[in-house]
């Protein structure tokens, strides 16, 4: 399976500001997602990125508030913009892998936001 | 309808019992079906993964696809308190994923 780190682990960042959270993988891999995990909530999808092509971004979530790259196939990157409260969450990357490429996730550690 | 249903507890169960968690759903597309652990603070760690019907054993757990009633289950032999966590079931067509919403389990010692 996929080893995947996040940076930064936790931040807390004053309203009006960006963050950008980094992803890495330690092998190639053609999907990766980006979820936000709300305290006591399951996973929302943000947007899937593939590498070479733009991101796809699920309803709700729009390319403004949520830019995202994608350099290559070990990295990825989404950006938080102009935060507010309700922006506070986990933030995860997964990539998905298996027998058709496809058919599993394996998730990073996750990284906790905090907006004041 | 949600594309994947699951009880999101809390329960709570005695150490040694046996733990029953289980997930619906609609779509008959679904071919892959996974359930996640995901400790508090922390990301949510693949722990079972099931092509199609049938059973799978892994350890003190098992997980149970029944893709007639469009159903999936979680077993966990004699329960201990390092399984209390949050249990997320996952399916996936191969180009689409849905996530249930987590079960929390507490083991008591």
């Known amino acids: 399976s996929a080893v995947i780190s996040q940076k930064p682990s936790r931040d807390i960042c004053q309203r009006g500001t960006s963050l950008t959270i980094q992803c890495q993988v330690d092998s190639q891999v053609t999907m990766m997602f980006w979820y936000r995990q709300q305290p006591g909530q399951s996973l929302t999808l943000i947007a899937t990125a593939n590498q070479g092509s733009e991101a796809t971004y699920e309803s709700g979530f729009v390319i403004d508030k949520f830019p995202i790259s994608r350099p290559n196939l070990t990295f990825s990157t989404l950006t938080v913009s102009n935060m507010s409260p309700e922006d506070s969450s986990i933030y995860l990357c997964?990539?998905?892998?298996?027998?058709?490429?496809?058919?599993?996730?394996?998730f990073g550690p996750g990284t906790r936001l905090t907006v004041l | 309808q949600k594309e994947v249903e699951q009880d999101p507890g809390p329960l709570s169960v005695p150490e040694g019992a046996i733990v029953s968690l289980n997930c619906t759903y609609s779509?008959?597309?679904?071919?892959?079906f996974m359930w996640y652990r995901q400790y508090s603070r922390k990301g949510p760690e693949l722990l079972m993964y099931t092509y199609s019907s049938g059973n799978k054993e892994d350890g003190r757990f098992t997980a149970q696809v029944d893709k007639s009633s469009k159903y999936i289950s979680l077993f966990i032999r004699d329960s201990q308190p390092s399984d209390s966590a949050t249990y997320l079931c996952?399916?996936?067509?191969?180009?689409?994923?849905?996530f249930g919403t987590g079960t929390s389990l507490t083991v008591i010692p």
């Open positions: 779509n008959s597309a679904f071919q892959y």
């Open positions: 997964s990539v998905a892998q298996g027998r058709a490429s496809t058919d599993t996730q394996y």
């Open positions: 996952a399916m996936s067509t191969g180009n689409q994923f849905y």
